[in-house]
C-alpha cells in the first residue's frame, strides 16, 4: 500500500471480498463450464461468485451491490439487447454485454 493511503473500512471490506472471490476461483474446477449473467433468462436468478475484471473495475461494481454470494436476477433490456438490466439488492444496474460476462454465477 501507498505510503500516507489509509485504508478505509469500506475498501477494506472490498478488499477482503476479491480476496475470497479468487480463492473461490482458484478452487473451482475448470472442467465445468460457468455460467455468467449474460447467460440467465428472464425469470432465473443466480449467485454470484466472482467477477473476472481489474480491481478498479469490479470494486466499482461491487459498490453498486454486485458482491460474491449475492442472488441476481435478469430484468429488462434495450432492444438490442445490450445494455442490460441486472436486479442486485433491491436496485437495478444496467450493464453491457462484456462487462456481463465477467461476472461468472456459482455452479450449484
Known sequence: ???????TETEVYFRMEMQTAFRKRAGTKQ???AR???????????VLDRIDLPEDDARR???L???PGHT????HS???????????????????????????????
Open 1 to 7: 500500500m501507498p505510503q500516507g493511503f489509509e485504508s
Open 31 to 33: 472442467n465445468q463450464a
Open 36 to 46: 455468467n449473467l449474460m447467460e440467465l433468462r428472464r425469470g432465473e436468478q443466480g
Open 61 to 63: 461494481l461491487m459498490e
Open 65 to 67: 451491490g454486485f458482491l
Open 72 to 75: 441476481v436476477i435478469p430484468a
Open 78 to 108: 434495450a432492444p438490442g439487447g445490450d445494455p442490460r438490466v441486472f436486479r442486485v439488492d433491491g436496485t437495478e444496474i444496467a450493464l453491457r454485454r462484456e462487462t456481463a460476462r465477467k461476472l461468472i454465477l456459482r455452479l450449484e
